[in-house]
Structures are given as structure tokens and as C-alpha cells.
């Protein structure tokens, strides 16, 4: 592509990809990349951006957010871009009781969000159990949200857990229509039983929590997953993958060819059970937190050095600082009767605690964040190549990261209304510098240079295998 004088060049930085870096820059016109290579090859700007001594990598993707409970779409998604973030695929939801379906609730919440979300995003829609929403999933299907999640446990919740029929019915039609399935593997009746036998038996402290969702209930349960997938020929993805039993068995689907992703979070990877002693109810999450002798957590790390683990979301799902610690004497429902939500508040922690952890304290390579951040996510979820890569014709989404800087993780400088994070005091190695979406600069230097309004949807298609292998 011959192109005279471009709106921006982005020069001087290490620019990232899935495999590879080199020293250079990134040439922009109008909301594409037209240019990528050595300095010298790229043309004349209007605009330069001089990234030296930073780190250019493909804007940044969280690909599990759940938004509208405690922090509302347009503050969730502000937080992510104050976080580094150029694009995100929250949770979407419709109104069981008044029996929505998916295709109205897909356009009330695209006509909220074009005019509150600050950044591009896309939607994942979570099914509950109620069949008469398989009647639409088709039609939503064809509107551009081709992945959907279900929900193998939560038993108490009547519309939210799901039979393997109910599974199997809605694989099945996401396959035929060429989308994927999210699922939360915990087996919800084993988990049921065992929450109610300890409640009965006084076992309620938060420490006493990890013990009712049992490290083998999540194995079985993407066991069945895995098997329902393969009846159906649907692709799936594991979300919030917590365990070594766990990987294994999607190592196993992976090595037969099955289209098998998975994804972890920060959380899975950084805490252990060891956090219910101080932090209490504030780290009730489901899958709970593992043990201490940190087995899963290196599987987990190992898993994902070895591109078994695609991805790397928040799961960010904030309960209420306020509910949540009335779980500090039970950790199952108040006094009042009020179930302890679960979930912590993450988004503004993934992309610095990914490079600090990942990339500065464990020394993987730069070029697995671009993995596990940016591209495994787009193909995955079917936005790539417009989204995740840094190349000639995808959306010039850019995430600067300088890696020269040294802060400490405080609640204080973050905006999400939980009140609180699970990595308060943490060092943080490096820091987002400034990203660019769709050629315009978003962050810059900690503050938002664009407004409510300026994010667009993005109409998914069918899911592509992630880029895999060890990345060193």
C-alpha cells in the first residue's frame, strides 16, 4: 500500500507482537495502521508520538468484565481505559421475568452504550436456565454477539445454573450459527450440598469457604463441558480457569484437536486461600481462591508460558464493599438473609499486574502479553483482525507502556466504586503511558483525552484459534 504524508507515526519504541519485537514504529491514517517497521521505511506525519524507551504493544483487550451492579457500564469502562485498555467484551444480560429476548436486549444495550462507553467494545451475553430464550439465540446470533455464557452452578440462583441438557441445546445452535460458548465450570449440585452441610455444621468464617467448591467439582465439571462441546461440535472456552487438575484435562481436548480454549485471571495466578484470613468476604469468588502450597499456581503460570492458557481477563465483578464484609462471621448470607455476593474489583489491575508479575518479576517474554491481552482475545471472540494485532488495515489500537517506572497498587487512585482492591500495596513495574484507539490518542499520561460517547461497537464473527506454543 503506497501512502504519501499519514495523520500519525508513532516512532522510537520496541514495538510488540504475539512473536516477535523490533525496534520502530507504527504509521496511522485516518482510524488504520498503514505502516509498521524500522523507523526509516515509515513515511512523513502530521503527528509524531515518540515512544522512546516504551513499549508498543497491540491495544490492550479485557474479554471478561461484568459491568452494572456496582459499577455502571460508562464508570466500568472508563476505569479500563484509565487502566491501559483499548477495547472490552463485558457481560450482557436481558430481563428473564419479562422474558426479553436476546435480540431486544442486544439493541437496548448497544443504544446505551454508543452513547457511554469511552472505548470499543463488544458483548458476550450471559444464558440463564429459562428455555424460551434458545428461541431467539439464533437472530442474536446474526447481529454480531456470537459468544455466550452459561453458568454450571449457582444453584440457589433458580434462573442462572444450567442442566447439560439445557447446554447441550444451546451448543448446538451457537455451533450451527458459528459462534462460542463460555462456561463456568463448577459442578453447582456437589457445591450446593457441601455449602449447605457446613453452614449447618457452623463452618461459615470466610476461611472456611474454599472447602465447599473443592478443587475436583471445577475438574468434573469441564470434564462435562468438554464432553458436551465435542457431542455438539461446538467450540467452547473455559473462563476463570483456577486448577492443575483442570488444565490437564483441557490439555488433554486441546492435544485431540478439539476446539478447546481457556483463559485465567490475575487473581487465580497472584492470591491463594491464604487471603480469606485477612481479606475475608472481600476475595469471596467463585472459583474460590486455591490453596497455599501455590500447586495450581504454577500449573497455571506454566500453562499459560506454554500457550495452553490463551488469554488473561479481570473477571472483574465488584460486589459491595458494604454487603460483602457482613460475610466476616458468615460467608454465605447475612445476618439479614442477604446472600455474600461473590466477585472482587480487577480491571484496573490486569494490565499492570500481566507485565509486572508476568513480564517483570517472572521474566516471560514481552510477546505473551501481546498474546494473552490483545490477539488470543480478538481471535477468540472474532474481532481480529481488526482488533489485537499491530498491522497494515486493523484499527489503530496502540497500548505505550513504560516500563520505567515503579508504583505502588492503591484503591485510592482508582474509580470503580467497590472501594477497595486485593493488591493494595503491591509494587507495580512500569506503567501504561498512553494508548490510542482507532488512530486517537485515549490515555495520555493518566488522563482521558476522549469522552462518553466515543466508543464503538463491534460486530463479532466466528471464533479463530488462538496463536499458541511455548512463547520462550
Known sequence: MVVSKVDTVVHGGTVVTPTHTFEGGVAIKGEKIVGVGPDDTLPEAHN????????????????????DNVDPYELGIKAAALAGLTTVLPFGGYDVN?????????????????KEAVLDYSFHFILDNPEYILESLPEALSMGVTSYKLFMTYKKSLTRMCSDSFIAKAMEIIAEHNGIMQLHCENGDVIDYLEDKRIAAGLTKPTDFPASCPIWVEEEAINRAINLGKMTNCPIYVVHLSTQAGLERIKRAQSEG????????PQYLLLDESAMETLGPLVKIGPPLRPSDHINQKALWSGAAEGYISAVGSDHSPGSKELKEKGRENIYVADDGTPIPFGAPSIETLVPLVYSEGIGKRGLPLTWMARVLSENPARIFGIYPRKGVIRPGSDADLLIYDPNVTKTITADEHIGNSGYTPYEGWTQIGSPWMTLLRGKVVLNQGKLEQNSGFGEFISAGPPLPPVGGRVN
Open 48 to 67: 509524531y508520538i515518540d515512544a522512546t524507551g516504551k513499549q508498543v504493544f497491540p491495544g490492550a483487550i479485557d474479554a471478561h468484565s461484568h459491568f
Open 258 to 265: 478439539q476446539k478447546v480454549w481457556t483463559e485465567t485471571c
Open 98 to 114: 419479562a422474558k426479553e429476548t436476546l435480540p431486544q436486549a442486544i439493541n437496548r444495550l448497544r443504544d446505551r452504550l454508543n
